[in-house]
């Protein structure tokens, strides 16, 4: 009998070595060590064996067993890892070709400069508020300390709907209009994004419809100095860390004193270049001091009160930061043109 | 204002400062320029003598000539008409280079050696504007003492440096070379000289011979002299060159005398012939529908809103815009009454506006100091004098209400460093005053200070505090933030809602676009309900621009048609903007969310698959919006009263709690033929209906039960009457049902469609069997087939 195991040993053996499938191992186990195979059979026959050959035949019979079970092992490992192997062969793809268009939209660029000028100035406390696009003359120019006739209504040629309704130059009426309905005269602190209008021809560096981004801050004891720091940080989140600005004195009927708002030019970084005109410096924005007329007007005490007031326009800041040469750009909304902002900007 | 330097020269030593410098220096005082530049950029040029001038043999054009440079004596070949023999002309010599970029080389023309080129004014980079008739068609001829081989530019002044300003609205007073001296003497600190300007008098006085009679209050200032027997010819070449160099073409001594004297000194003169002009100026407001025939020959009509100068007659001249013809200064005018006067600003603005903005009208609508009104008027007759051969009457004619006197403003230490930030020292504050002229007296830190009549811009403590600023400067100011209270920054609720439809939007795969406000008439009552009336402009620029929107949707198609025209494929848009309209003599913004599909949603070219964008697309946009906002069976659809550019088979209104808030759909064939699919939704109206806090209802922990049915009704029975009397039946235990299948065609009959829907049964507390749920499910059949006449299809 012992030969018998003997022979079903190599039996097994041979029949293992040719299975080239899983499958096919799967039916050697149930066929050999199945409750109809030949090892049970061959258990089941000990029991004409005397006590010594059945002690020996049992040991037999059990190292066939572990023997048999640690061939399928293996053999199954070896098979799984080829099949395995087959599969992802079989699989394997051209990752080269082009992927499926999942059509992602995007923000228009100049909502992206004034969201970024939002963030910031919320995150300093600041208010977000909105004003009329049709507005009145009252707000836009005369509580502005620019009364009718006045020369420097000349820069800001206006659409009127009537003799005291216009599209708003600027969005500076929100300054008087955030004044005025502020009843208990309490510290402001205030950024106002919004479409403005003049009466300019359409062209590369001009266009009728553009954007405003006006900041004002009123409370006691606010000066020139906290306007440039403000101006700073707004400079170096714009336009990058190494920034510095630079204030030249100007003239705004609402403000007094005047300040324009230069910023080191990043392209040279202050060397001077085509596009700072060799100056080192580039303009941003204008801002100043608000003017007391504005702050009596509107029911603040001059004597009490300071501010600053700032107003920059997303356009020529856009046209700045991504080199954009025609205003126009903006209002064509070229599908091209837009996708090229329609990712995240990683610093410098 | 063109400033040349040595005009200003002659009022502030600046001819040892580099002009560049100066000009950046004016910058950080608060004016900036356009440009600084010689007159002539040319180098290489030289005075050169024609020593012979022949013809070319070949030639019908060229000289060849012999020209003395006062080193050598070369052949030059010169094409211009005005080349002779004995002429001296401007010379650029070998190794000169033009403005114009060229540079100057050995040449051979027709045959013939040539080195050098002689030049006209325009190869010297001059205007035409400033040119003689002789200049416009030849070489420059220079006068015949010219010093033969000296570098002509020098010689001509052209190598004289001129910054272009670009001033602010209320430096009026920088409109004049002795203001700019002023700004310029405080910036280096350096003296002001006033130029010459006591003319001999005759014992005759024009008090005299002339009366005045000033009408309206709107002249302040009116003063008057006669000049007599002058002499008209050309100015001598210094003033031309001067007034080239400050943009002003040079007519003859008399107009340029005028001219010289505003630039100086800021104020505004007009000659007139004093024979034509009589014994009685009169200063009045015009008649309306007045007539005058003005100097370029014009007639125009006034209005009582003009200010003019009038004779007994008639009306003689536009007071500060433009004189009349019939007084004219010509050549042969003997006899000059020089008026010098103060206008009303706001009134010459409007006359101007209405008539010709001048040099003199942009003096008079920033206003005039009344300090140098006499001053310039003596200083024209001096110049009259000295260069017309003119005989001045003694005596001025005068009315005059103006106050001379200075402006005593006062200001603290504390105030000027609390506004500027700074920690200035008494004494550079009295510094700063001083350099510019202001007398200054202080008392424990108290700033008495006068300012002149001639800063119109100052007249408030503020005023002052700028002045401090600039002049001391403002780099010196150390940024600092603001110390305030903290709070936290805020958006508003419109805001915060426009920021999440903008993410969302984006997210779903529409790129943001920003149009014009402004459309033409036949695109402002387009898809929007709005009978409203429009809101116009009252004076456009073009009709293109004239109306304002009361739908965004038409730029939203121009637009797709500017894309589509430029080959792109697909379009994916969204804009939040404003609608316009008058309701009640209100005027009304709408904030609007709109949105244009068109072409293919997602694609895989090789792959074949694409969703090409539908009404179900779009609707599909329209109730994620919903969805996300909280408003999930809160909204619903309606076909009812679209606007009529809506194609009215596919399209419909979007309700919220049965409250129309914006329409979408494809647009009208009418409209566009291709395929385009429109959204608009009113903001506002979204914003009103109010969604609760997000409530957490726990997930059921049993599994869930799908029914599959199919429906054949006819084709008129909406999906959603079906829908509706399904989750009527179905009650809680139906928690989703989807579409899974829509049929027309030979299995159905040709008036019926077939639905196919998937039902999901689920119970939070218990596993639902299936005997309860078919209990259910068979009810909701029923209802289907016996409400809506449908059958059960392949039942």
Known sequence: MIEELNTLKQEIKNKVDQTTSTKALNEIRVEYLGKKGPIQSLSSKMGSLSIEEKKEFGRSLNTLKTEVNELLESKKQELEKKELEERLQKETIDITLPSTELTIGGVHPITKIINEVEELFVSMGYDVVEGPEVELDLYNFELLNLPKGHPARDSQDSFYITDEVLLRTQTSPVQARTMEANKEKKPIRVICPGKTYRRDNDDATHSHQFHQIEGLVVDENISLADLKGTLEILAKTMFGEDREIRLRPSFFPFTEPSIEVDVSCFKCGGKGCSLCKGTGWIEILGSGMVHPNVLRDNGYDPEKYTGFAFGMGPERIAMLKYGITDIRSFYTNDLRFLNDFNRVEGGE | MRVSKSFLNDYIKVDDLDFNEVANKMVLAGNEYESVEKISEATGIVVGHVLECEMHPESKKLHICKVDLGNEVVQILCGAPNMRQGIKVPVATVGAKLPNGMEIKKAKLAGM???????????????????????????????????????????????????????????????????????????????????????????????????????????????????????????????????????????????????????????????????????????????????????????????????????????????????????????????????????????????????????????????????????????????????????????????????????????????????????????????????????????????????????????????????????????????????????????????????????????????????????????????????????????????????????????????????????????????????????????????????????????????????????????????????????????????????????????????????????????????????????????????????????????????????????????????????????????????????????????????????????????????????????????????????????????
């Open chain 2, 113 to 795: 050696d040539s080195n050098g080129m002689c030049c006209s004014l325009e190869e010297l980079g001059i205007e035409s504007k400033y040119m003689s008739e002789e200049d416009k068609t030849g070489i420059h001829v220079l006068p015949d003492d010219a010093p033969v081989g000296a570098d002509a530019i020098h010689y001509m002044g052209y190598d004289d440096e001129v910054i272009d300003f670009e001033l602010t609205a209320n430096r009026g007073d920088l409109l004049s070379i002795l203001g700019m001296a002023h700004e310029i003497g405080a910036i280096y600190n350096r003296p002001v000289t006033y130029p010459e300007n006591q003319p001999k008098v005759l014992k005759e006085n024009i008090n005299d011979n002339m009366t005045i009679d000033v009408q309206t209050e709107n002249c302040p200032i009116y003063l008057g002299k006669i000049v007599k027997d002058v002499v008209i010819k050309d100015s001598p070449e210094w003033m031309k060159e001067r007034l080239m160099a400050s943009g002003i073409r040079s007519i003859n001594n008399v107009v340029d005398i005028s001219n010289y004297v505003m630039l100086e000194y800021g104020q505004p003169l007009h000659f007139f012939d004093k024979d034509r002009l009589g014994d009685k100026v009169i200063v009045r407001m015009a008649e309306e529908n007045e007539k005058l025939k003005t100097l370029d020959g014009q007639e125009r009509t006034l209005k009582t809103s003009d200010i003019v100068i009038a004779n007994e007659k008639e009306a003689v001249a536009l007071a500060g815009v433009m004189g009349g013809l019939s007084t004219e200064v010509e050549m042969d005018t003997k006899n000059i009454f020089v008026e010098a006067a103060i206008f009303e600003p706001i009134h010459i603005r409007y006359t101007a506006k209405s008539i010709l903005r001048s040099e003199a009208s942009s003096r008079y609508e920033k206003g005039i100091d009344p300090n140098r009104t006499k001053e310039a008027l003596n200083r024209a007759c001096y110049l009259l004098e000295k260069y017309a051969d003119g005989k001045v009457y003694d005596g001025i004619l005068t009315h005059d209400k103006t106050s001379k006197e200075d402006k005593k403003i006062e200001v603290t230490l504390d105030k000027i460093n609390a506004v500027l930030g700074m920690e200035l020292k008494k004494e550079e504050v009295i510094d700063v005053f001083t350099r510019l002229g202001f007398k200054v007296k202080e008392n424990h830190a108290v700033f008495h200070v006068s300012v002149p009549t001639r800063r119109l811009d100052i007249n408030i403590k503020e005023d002052l505090i700028e002045e401090v600023g600039r002049i001391y400067g403002y780099e010196h100011v150390v940024g600092k933030l603001p110390v305030l209270e903290t709070k936290e920054g805020s958006y508003s609720k419109k805001e915060l809602l426009t920021k999440e439809l903008h993410h969302r939007l984006q997210g779903l795969g529409l790129t943001e676009v920003i149009t014009y406000s402004l459309v033409r008439k036949e695109d402002v009552n387009k898809y929007t309900n709005y009978q409203n009336e429009d809101i116009t402009l009252l004076d456009p620029l073009t009709e293109d621009r004239k109306y304002l929107r009361k739908s965004s949707i038409p730029s939203l198609l121009n637009v797709w048609e500017y894309n589509i025209s430029r080959n792109q494929k697909n379009v994916a848009i969204y804009e939040s903007g404003n609608i316009y309209y008058k309701e009640n003599e209100e005027y009304i913004e709408k904030p609007m969310i709109s949105g244009l599909l068109y072409g293919i949603g997602t694609n895989n070219l090789w792959q074949q698959e694409k969703i090409v964008v539908d009404f179900y697309y779009v609707k599909g946009i329209i109730e994620n919006i919903m969805k996300y906002l909280g408003l999930n069976n809160r909204y619903s659809f309606d076909t009812n009263n679209l606007p009529k550019e809506f194609h009215p088979g596919r399209s419909c209104a979007l309700l919220i709690d049965r409250e129309v808030v914006g329409y979408f759909g494809q647009v009208h064939p009418t409209d566009c033929k291709k395929e385009v699919y429109v959204f608009e939704l009113d903001l506002l109206k979204i914003m009103s209906h109010k969604v609760r806090m997000v409530k957490y209802k726990e997930v059921s922990k049993y599994p869930a039960i799908h029914k599959d049915v199919a429906f054949i009704v006819e084709k008129k029975i909406t999906s959603k009457e079906i829908m509706d009397v399904l989750k009527h039946v179905g009650g809680r235990m139906v928690t989703n049902i989807d579409v899974f299948d829509v049929y027309t065609g030979e299995n159905v009959g040709a008036n019926e469609k077939s639905i196919a829907y998937s039902i999901t049964f689920e119970d939070a507390t218990k596993t639902l069997t299936d005997e309860e749920v078919m209990k259910v499910f068979n009810k909701m059949i029923d209802e289907v087939e016996s409400k809506l006449n449908a059958r059960v299809r392949d039942k």
